[in-house]
């Protein structure tokens, strides 16, 4: 089963910016489509944005027009960049495959990374 490491989150200020990295143990390219989770405390986990495996991409409401997702097929590397971040955007974020239509991901999810955005 493939396996996902996430990094790349830290304390950021309001009105900041991060970029998410995840690391995939096998071929994102035959994987198909990726997606960026995360759950704040106390709340449910939430697709934040996923792309196809043809690089069409789709994003929760509350991040259009802030993060872009993108992949490597080459390096096996998914990535979120994260612009005008909010306080609410706090939380752990998780990367996983996942059924484009259904945002239901595959596998077990990694350790995830924390993203804090504070002033």
């Known amino acids: 089963q493939v396996q996902f490491v996430e990094s790349g989150g830290g304390l950021v200020q309001p009105g900041g910016s991060l970029r998410l990295s995840c690391l995939a143990s096998?071929?994102?390219?035959?994987?198909?489509?990726m997606g960026w989770y995360r759950q704040a405390p106390g709340m449910q986990r939430e697709l934040v944005a996923a792309?196809?495996?043809?690089?069409?991409?789709k994003y929760v409401d509350s991040v259009k027009g802030r993060f872009t997702i993108s992949r490597d097929n080459a390096k096996n590397l998914v990535y979120l960049q994260m612009n005008s971040l909010k306080p609410e955007d706090t939380a752990v974020y998780y990367c996983?495959?996942?059924?484009?239509?259904?945002?239901?991901?595959?596998?077990?999810w990694g350790q995830g990374t924390q993203v804090t955005v504070s002033s």
């Open positions: 996983n495959n996942l059924d484009y239509g259904l945002n239901r991901p595959f596998s077990s």
């Open positions: 096998g071929s994102i390219f035959s994987i198909g489509a």
């Open positions: 792309i196809s495996s043809g690089g069409n991409a």
